[in-house]
């Protein structure tokens, strides 16, 4: 099958990466920077693509349209894993997809009169989606039949004003006759969006264990993603101020491992001076 051997060339990159005990608190773990620099190519590229994600979150405050808040849903939560794909390498970074998500945050920030049961269309019992005015909570919500593959879904998305938290959690558990995997992307965060400024944290913790080919494995990481920025809405979204941090810290190691390029613990610290004009400080 095309997308087992997909997962299974991402995870001969982790092979080495994987198992180990130690395991640290990833928010305490800062970093101290460089002088900033011009970016690199791909650090441009993460830059505009935070960028991009960002004015996801803030199109909500002027737009009643479902399909702007439902890009926020899926953007917000991603923004620390598609980052750190991007600055540090990996696996590509984590969609977060799961099963009426997106579209139930499109329910609480546009203010649209859905019912749970709708919403939990896919799952296999539609009424683990609980629906109340700005708040959208999932328990226990399951997906099987898919093949070889389940998915469940757990935790909540919500906004009180002018911030946008969630605390979600999925996992995916994939069997086949010679492939096993178990995945856990925990998704967590706190923004607040004015009419000109995004400040808050968001955070991606990964760990994945199973079986491949006779190969067990272990390992996790954790990507956080520190906001304190200016933007202007008009005539085009545009991060005009301030700095987002990227830290990616591993959770869990195998003795031996590489500690260096992607499998090193590492923050990147983007710093706006003006609209388009950034420049990128790299841990040290």
Known sequence: MTSKRIILGALCAFAVACGGDDKPDPAARHFDYGAPVAPTYYEQSAAEQGEYMLSDGAAYRTSDDPLVAESAGGSLPSLPDSLGATMFGGDGGVTYAAPGVSKGFAATLGGLTVSPQALGDGFDDPTCVTLVPGRIT???CTMTGLDVMSIGVNGWMGRTGDVIAWDLDTTMTMADVDFTMT???????SVTITASTIAGQARTDISASGNADGMRFRMGYTTLADL?????????????????EVRRVWTERMAGMPTDGEYADQGVKL????CGVVQVARSR
């Open 138 to 140: 999932y328990d226990h």
């Open 271 to 274: 710093t706006w001076t003006g």
């Open 228 to 244: 304190d920025l200016t933007y202007q809405p008009e005539p085009a979204f545009c991060v005009t101020g301030g700095t987002l």
């Open 183 to 189: 995945t856990v992307m925990a998704a967590s965060g």
